[in-house]
């Protein structure tokens, strides 16, 4: 399975089961990514949906009405990952074996770290000068130069690790130069978001989507992209 359809296998998994169109909330999106960064296969999250629906169902009321969020599968997802692991399986869905064949072409890598070199470049909402900014921008243009000029490019899995840890330190950025008014009313968002399914998650997971969440409304109010192959248009 390419990893890079991770999202959407998900969602489309996810409204199968739910049998409607459902739109995923910012909360189930926050969540997906959380197991993405997890490491947590596709294979157990479809599994632990297909279980949490089976739940369901088997105990289901003629009034009940059918889970509309993704986050209720959570506790499921987490035990099928847990058993999957304890198994021995689904080391192949791991993204670093998936992006070997995920086609991804030289200029296609090429225009995407350049266009993302020259966001970060012009974004008002960062400091030109900030060390952290500059890192960034260096290493951008460093390996969009390497794809470009016919150099011998980096591997995926080691440019996918490398683009990570620049997406941590552009969240750091992002972080550092937000005002304190911005990020109280994120942090309230965050809060209303998460509200009603905080008894279903553990705290770990708490954690993780309160972290993908600002990450996301960081860049989403910066106008920036997610510094990773995952998230290549």
């Not at 089961?17 to 739109?23: S, T």
């Not at 890192?135 to 150099?151: C, F, K």
């Not at 992002?174 to 998460?194: F, G, P, T």
Request: net charge neutral; charged share 25%.
């Amino acid at each position: 399975m390419n990893y890079f359809n991770y999202f959407t296998e998900i969602e489309e998994h996810f409204q199968r089961q739910r049998g409607a169109q459902i739109y995923l909330s910012p909360v189930d999106w926050a969540l997906i990514a959380a197991w993405q960064e997890a490491g947590i296969p596709l294979a157990a999250v479809l599994r632990g949906i297909d279980q949490a629906f089976e739940k369901f169902n088997s105990g289901q009321r003629r009034d009940a009405q059918r889970p509309r969020a993704l986050v209720y599968c959570a506790a499921a997802v987490l035990a099928a990952a847990e058993a999957m692991r304890d198994a021995g399986a689904g080391a192949a869905d791991q993204p670093a074996a998936a992006a070997k064949d995920a086609g991804f072409s030289r200029e296609r890598i090429a225009a995407f770290l350049a266009s993302a070199e020259a966001q970060v470049g012009s974004c008002a909402h960062l400091d030109p000068a900030s060390p952290l900014v500059q890192e960034v921008r260096a290493t951008l243009g460093r390996l969009s130069g390497s794809y470009v000029q016919g150099g011998v490019p980096v591997a995926l899995e080691e440019l996918d690790r490398v683009l990570t840890v620049l997406d941590d330190k552009l969240h750091a950025a992002l972080l550092q130069s937000a005002a304190v008014e911005a990020m109280v009313a994120i942090r309230a968002e965050i809060a209303r978001e998460i509200a009603p399914y905080r008894r279903k998650l553990r705290p770990e997971q708490i954690a993780m989507i309160e972290r993908q969440f600002q990450q996301r409304r960081l860049l989403e109010r910066a106008g920036l992209p997610r510094l990773s192959l995952f998230y290549m248009p």
